[in-house]
């Protein structure tokens, strides 16, 4: 899947406003996927708690009060409408699902508190920061990461309730009917593991397992894919727990331990997490930048930007592009902010190079070829070959800071000239500009230099083919 996420109130006042040109024009780009970030109604009071941070906050997206499509977008129907534009020019649509914990405000607490963290100083220890009282009388919990303080304008579920597994196993069928897939928000919040930690450490096994006997993901996603076998669910997960999703049924999870390599410049730490998620990328969603991350503008210069972009374009995986990052934005946006702060002209030329960059590795030797890493012996460079029975292809990138250019380094390609079938010589294509050379074997080896190929300065990669001569 190539995805691109839009923030929905950022991007437009309506869903209406998200034109069928627009997703042309994303579509033809190479997208598969559309997520719009921040579908559903906002919580009247996440809205008013978010005006202490900032007056112009408008709430976040991520504190649900229930299930409905944001009206001030066009509700329920206007959503409908755009799914079916995106259908129509080959884009599928995912939405958020928010399974930790719903608003601060949700009618859920009074029709049913039992479906929340309520205060329990059996169960756990507890500080009153930690948990609200509601107008119920009832004390719930906030929601929370455990290595954060609190999301005070959350309520935190309780995954131990069948009442809640059901209600939220229900809640993702009723969102299979209008949208194609599911982008799961900290997933690894509502593992049993994970849940008997944060919230029940102090009660016996016996109880703990009686009340959550299996995971909650494994039902509900066998549950709505019974229904509906080509619903995507996507996991936003940490903690390494990315495994685990997939093998209780995520379609894809996020590929952040790639991510932090990437923002380190540590080539090595890159190839060490291709090695080992090679076998792995089918479920694998890379990327350079989210909403939740900084700017790729500002975590990388133009020439890093590009490279780590082309690597995971070029890999058998899936990739997330967010609005902006291919037009070099910087601001990063808190999802409570409509509207930015600065008015950020768009880097054309990196623009540029992200629609390149797309267009050479939608071809289908990058879809179904074959993945091996290769030592090019060049430091601080990643190598790695693409192939299927028609072509033989490669990215070369200067992934960590280096004394030398990356257009004067010698790359050895022997590993590519194998794997195209070559004796003595082959030829080379850059594929950014079809421009290409003959290169012949020297002492054994297959050398190649990037600026044969007019690989200049503001370049610390390439995209090479190699063909028999």
């Known amino acids: 899947m190539r995805i691109y996420e839009i923030n929905t109130r950022l991007h437009c006042q309506s869903f209406d406003q998200i034109t069928a040109t627009e997703l042309e024009h994303i579509s033809r780009l190479g997208f598969d996927t559309l997520w719009p970030m921040g579908v559903w109604e906002i919580s009247r009071g996440a809205l008013r708690i978010s005006k202490i941070t900032a007056e112009d906050f408008e709430g976040s997206p991520y504190a649900v009060p229930d299930y409905k499509f944001n009206r001030a977008l066009g509700g329920k129907k206007k959503f409908r409408d755009l799914v079916t534009r995106a259908h129509a020019v080959g884009l599928r649509v995912i939405v958020d699902f928010v399974s930790n914990h719903m608003a601060i405000d949700s009618g859920w607490i009074e029709e049913d508190p039992e479906l929340f963290i309520r205060s329990n100083s059996q169960a756990r220890n507890q500080q009153t920061g930690e948990y609200f009282l509601h107008p119920s009388g009832e004390v719930i919990a906030f929601g ?14 309780d995954y131990t309730n069948r009442k809640l597994r059901s209600r939220m196993t229900d809640v993702l069928r009723w969102i299979a009917d209008y949208a194609d897939g599911v982008r799961c928000d900290m997933a690894m919040l509502v593992l049993r ?7 029940y450490p102090d009660m016996p096994d016996q109880w703990f397992d009686e009340r959550m006997p299996a995971e909650f993901w494994s039902e509900a996603i066998n549950a709505v ?15 390494g727990k990315e495994q685990q999703l997939v093998d209780l ?10 991510y932090d390599a990437l923002v380190a410049r540590n ?11 090679s076998n792995d990328f089918k479920s694998a969603l890379c990327f350079i930048e989210n909403h939740d991350e900084p700017r790729a503008a500002s975590a990388f210069n133009r020439e890093a930007n590009l490279a ?6 070029s890999l058998p995986a899936s990739t997330l592009i967010h609005e902006g990052q291919m037009e070099g934005k910087r601001e990063r946006l808190p999802v409570q902010r409509i509207k930015p702060l600065t008015d950020e002209p768009a880097d054309d030329d990196l623009k540029r190079g992200y629609e390149r960059i797309l267009a050479v590795t939608s071809q289908e030797v990058f879809k179904n070829g074959s993945f091996e890493l290769f030592d090019s012996r060049v430091w601080g460079a990643v190598a790695f070959a693409r192939k299927n029975s028609e072509r033989a292809v490669a990215y070369l990138g200067q992934i960590s800071e280096a004394w030398h250019e990356f257009k004067e ?3 050895d390609i022997s590993h590519l000239a194998r794997t195209a079938g070559a004796n003595d010589r082959i030829r080379v ?22 600026d044969q190929l007019s690989v200049g300065e503001e370049m610390e990669f390439c995209i090479i083919e190699a063909s028999v001569v």
């Open 429 to 450: 294509t850059n594929l950014i500009d079809s421009e290409s050379l003959i290169v012949e074997k020297s002492d054994g080896v297959f050398r190649f230099r990037p």
């Open 193 to 199: 593991d994970y849940f008997r930690r944060q919230w």
């Open 249 to 258: 049924g995520f379609d894809l999870a996020y590929e952040k331990k790639l």
């Open 308 to 313: 780590s972009a082309a690597l995971l374009l």
């Open 225 to 239: 894919k019974k229904e509906k076998p080509d619903f995507v669910f996507i996991a936003e997960t940490y903690w």
């Open 267 to 277: 080539a090595a730490m890159v190839n060490e997490r291709l090695a080992a998620i």
């Open 144 to 157: 929370r990461d455990p290595f954060y303080p609190p999301w005070h304008d959350t309520s935190q579920l």
């Open 409 to 411: 380094a010698s790359f």
